[in-house]
């Protein structure tokens, strides 16, 4: 699988991010490899893998091209809101399509709803044997691309998240214009103007709501773990550039990598990879083994991974120095696209509030 990306990929990232554009035919076939959701059941036409081997992947995808990795990511989650809240029926209806070549995209963020998601105002509601949505999401990772939004909003006496065809009367998807990284991702604003689809396109059947913080929490569980699996590889591009560039560069008569103040550099984007890397292992660890600290590993390994990834990511760049500072360079790419990774999935300042409800709920 890695080395097929890496071939695919091969040294077109930076125009990719240029551009703001991934090649969508590039997409569709990855999407039928089943690469963009790793983990679907084979029955699905997935590859059914272990969060670990998925996560894993997910960095490799992440060293070569973040924008790449972030539509995985929201594929990914996708598929598992419907695996985790569809019937049978939707599962095997939209999991088949989304490991056949089709894109999806998760909608949760609003203009008034961005780390408080129950301030959400986007509503989803019943009309005979058809569901209505009206609302506005924003900043939706892949919507450009999608052909199917799982929209989030509020039904019944709760929440509920409905598959939209994309291209469905009233729904207007709308690119972010010149994000800060991950600029081929394809976010985009998406606005849901009395979009009427059938009722069975509510996950788990119309009619009943269900809590908002379980659907959140959810869905973004699995965000939260391919954004730190992505940090992971952010970091590992990093080392690897910032590497070769002190091996062979010289200054003052010796290589760059030699003076003390740049090994010092070195030796902390190592320990950040070396950290990362075993926080998100630990994470993949609780969910293949379904143990009752996933959540909060979850949080830990986003939390943990995000913020190294952001201060190597910064250390790179000024070790790199002008040759790093260029736009397209590998690690001012990595600058950029490690920045928005403390603040998608959940904010760190959120992942630290979460953090300290549990420490003050479990140490003694």
């Known amino acids: 699988m890695s080395a097929t990306v890496t071939e695919l990929v091969g040294d077109r990232a930076d125009a990719w991010d240029r551009s703001g554009l991934l090649p969508l035919d590039l997409l569709r076939k990855l999407g039928a490899m089943g690469y963009l959701c790793a983990e679907v059941p084979a029955k699905h036409g997935g590859l059914g893998l272990t969060s670990a081997l998925s996560g894993e992947f997910t960095a490799h995808v992440g060293s070569l091209c973040s924008s790449l990795r972030s539509v995985m990511t929201s594929q990914g989650m996708a598929a598992w809101t419907i695996q985790r809240f569809g019937t049978a029926q939707q599962q095997a209806h939209y999991l088949g399509r989304l490991t056949s070549g089709q894109l999806a995209a998760v909608a949760f963020s609003e203009p008034g709803a961005g780390s408080d998601l129950s301030a959400m105002t986007t509503t989803i509601r019943l009309e005979g044997d058809e569901v209505v949505l009206d609302g506005q999401k924003v900043w939706i990772t892949a919507a450009h691309y ?123 984007l190592l320990a950040s990879e070396q950290i990362a890397t075993r926080m998100c292992a630990h994470a993949s660890h609780c969910w293949d083994e379904g143990l009752p600290d996933m959540v909060i590993a979850t949080v830990l390994a986003k939390h943990v991974s995000s913020g190294h990834a952001a201060r190597g990511a910064a250390s790179a760049v000024q070790l790199m120095a002008s040759a790093g500072a260029q736009d397209g360079h590998v690690v001012a790419r990595a600058y950029r696209d490690a920045k928005l990774m403390e603040i998608i999935e959940g904010s760190n300042e959120m992942c630290q509030l979460l953090l300290a409800d549990y420490a003050l709920t479990v140490t003694p």
């Open 146 to 268: 999608a052909d199917h939004i799982v929209v989030f909003g509020l039904h019944e006496d709760g929440a509920a998240a409905v598959v939209v065809p994309a291209t469905a009367p009233g729904v207007t998807v709308e690119r972010v214009a010149d994000p800060l990284g991950c600029r081929a991702a394809g976010h985009s604003q998406v606005t849901l103007t009395d979009v009427r689809l059938p009722a069975e396109s509510v996950l788990g059947g119309a009619g009943v709501g269900l809590p908002l913080p379980l659907l959140v929490t959810s869905a973004l569980a699995y965000g939260r773990m391919s954004v730190a699996w992505g940090c992971v590889g952010i970091l590992r591009a990093c080392l690897s550039a910032t590497a070769g560039h002190a091996r062979t560069r010289e200054q003052f008569g010796q290589p760059l990598g030699r003076h003390q103040l740049v090994a010092r550099q070195l030796a902390e």
